[in-house]
Structures are given as structure tokens and as C-alpha cells.
């Protein structure tokens, strides 16, 4: 899956998100990237 951190931006894909950025080794920083498909979900709520 796609996985960006929020601290850096650093974008990278893996199978399980880390505890730490491998960038900047920020904990509990990494998440799901957003799709394109799911920015236009939200938009279509506002
Ligand atoms: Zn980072």
C-alpha cells in the first residue's frame, strides 16, 4: 500500500505501515496516502 509521512512528506510504498519514518524516523508519523479518488470523495461532501 501507499504510505506517506505526515512530519517530512515522504512518500514510499510498503505491506505494513511502519512504527517510524524511514526517512525521518518520526514515530507514529506514517500513514495511508490518500488516492486521488478519495480527495474527490471528500470534495463531494463539501
Ligand atoms: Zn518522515
Do not use: H, S, W
Amino acid at each position: 500500500m501507499k504510505l506517506k509521512c505526515a512530519k517530512c512528506n515522504y512518500r514510499f510504498e510498503k505491506e505494513e505501515i511502519p512504527f517510524r519514518c524511514p526517512y525521518c524516523a518520526k514515530e507514529g508519523a506514517v500513514t495511508m496516502q490518500e488516492t486521488a479518488q478519495d480527495i474527490l470523495d471528500e470534495a463531494a461532501f463539501i
